[in-house]
């Protein structure tokens, strides 16, 4: 409960700032306000690898708890910054800074289940995988509630009190998932590295390559990810703009992440149908033919359905995302590799926002949902061949 509920700050950071800074309050558009959130998520890009590194090295607890502290007294000064009046570009730089320590409170929940794994040989094969879904379907819901929450609070009270709610959560429950006993289980000793599904083993070889073949490639597909969120929250941010509601951005959403949460939960049971390389091929070309039809919508209403079925491909895409690089990642560099992918989701949606926002001032929201459908494609053709390279493993 507490690691579910410590990842709201993450997803409403990205939102709440592209509210905060297209609002009147601060510059009134959207170009600025996409950039800004394109400047958060790029600095949790660059924050995440470095300090799943740090996990790596260190443990989790002292890591995750300097995170916490700072990254939501950061989020508690972006919001203050507006209310005193500061340009956006100030703001922006704020907000960078508190996305650059917000932790992968996701990720690291996944490292601590492997580390149940390795302590528990007799653990059966498919808990792992199960378990990852689980955690899919939990970021997705996180990101169903996170903008849902930020939306709701813009309507209500303007997009300032969405920030500082996050900060206080981040403080509060972010400190007290790094606290938690089970962080134990990923403390760190000299020359032991923990291997899900076996006791830990010594590996005096050192941690093993970051970047095989297999990262490398869910590196590449995680951004594509990334970008589908990026453009779509954009795109909608428009959509409701135009509508004279740009709070209920964050509501509509939310319908994304509904979606993706509930075909998270059932893709464990698809698991033992497809193997990794058939899920990935097939998730992938979702995204691009559940990306199409909103090329098509230009209000608020029909984008309901459309929203929710495309959700239903991008959990599973994740997810199965995440299951290829823990197969292919070196036994010492699974904290750094999950952080990395994590970091490539923001990486992208950085540029999913950054670009989408450009377009959505030049044509609305039709440009900008363009970006999602051609992410889509471009996650087809790089699944064709970089699946052919994976195990066939369920």
């Known amino acids: 409960a507490v690691s579910a509920l410590a990842r709201l700050p993450l997803a409403m950071s990205q939102l709440g700032t592209l509210l905060l800074v297209s609002s009147p309050q601060v510059s009134g558009r959207l170009g600025p306000g996409g950039l800004a959130a394109g400047v958060v998520a790029l600095a949790i890009a660059i924050g995440s690898p470095f300090f799943g590194a740090l996990t790596d090295r260190h443990g989790q607890r002292v890591v995750l708890l300097a995170q916490s502290l ?23 730089v704020m907000g960078g800074l508190a996305g650059f320590f917000l932790p992968q409170i996701g990720t690291m929940a996944r490292v601590r289940w ?17 378990s990852f879904a689980w955690e899919g379907a939990i970021d997705e819901a996180s990101f169903a509630l996170g903008p849902a929450a930020v939306g709701a609070l813009a309507v209500l009270a303007g997009p300032v009190p969405g920030l500082i709610v996050a900060g206080a959560m981040l403080v509060v429950l972010g400190s ?36 095989t ?3 490398a490639a869910t590196c590449v597909g995680m951004i594509f990810m990334g ?13 409701a703009t135009d509508a004279g509601r740009p709070g209920l951005a964050g509501l509509f959403h939310a319908l994304l992440s509904v979606g993706s949460a509930a075909a998270g939960l059932a893709l464990p049971r698809l698991a033992h149908r497809l193997d990794l390389p058939a899920r990935w091929r097939l998730f992938a070309a979702g995204l691009a033919l559940f990306a199409a039809p909103l090329l098509l919508v230009d ?60 377009l959505a001032d030049w044509g609305g929201a039709t440009p900008a ?10 996650a087809t053709l790089l699944a064709l061949p970089a699946a052919s390279r994976v195990a066939p493993t369920h």
């Open 176 to 211: 007290w998932f790094a606290l938690d006993p089970t962080s134990k289980l990923v403390e760190v000793h000299p020359g032991r590295t923990i291997r899900a599904g076996a006791p830990a083993r010594s590996d005096r070889g050192g941690p093993g390559p970051l970047f």
């Open 227 to 239: 970008m589908v969120f990026g453009s779509v929250q954009t795109g909608t941010t428009s959509l």
């Open 70 to 92: 700072v990254g939501g007294t950061a989020l508690i000064a972006e919001g203050l910054a507006a209310v005193m009046g500061a340009a956006w570009p100030v703001v922006a």
């Open 114 to 130: 492997r580390a149940m794994g390795a302590a528990n040989p007799t653990m059966e094969a498919g808990i792992l995988e199960t």
């Open 299 to 358: 209000r608020l209403g029909p984008l309901v359905p459309v929203l929710i079925i495309l959700g239903m491909a991008a959990a599973p895409y994740m997810i199965t995302l995440f299951s290829v690089a823990e197969r292919s990642a070196s036994a010492g560099r699974i904290g750094t590799v999950m952080t990395l992918l994590a970091a490539m989701n923001s990486l992208g949606y950085a540029f999913g926002t950054t670009l989408a926002g450009r």
């Open 369 to 378: 949902y363009a970006v999602t459908w051609g992410v889509g494609v471009a």
């Open 213 to 215: 073949s297999g990262v």
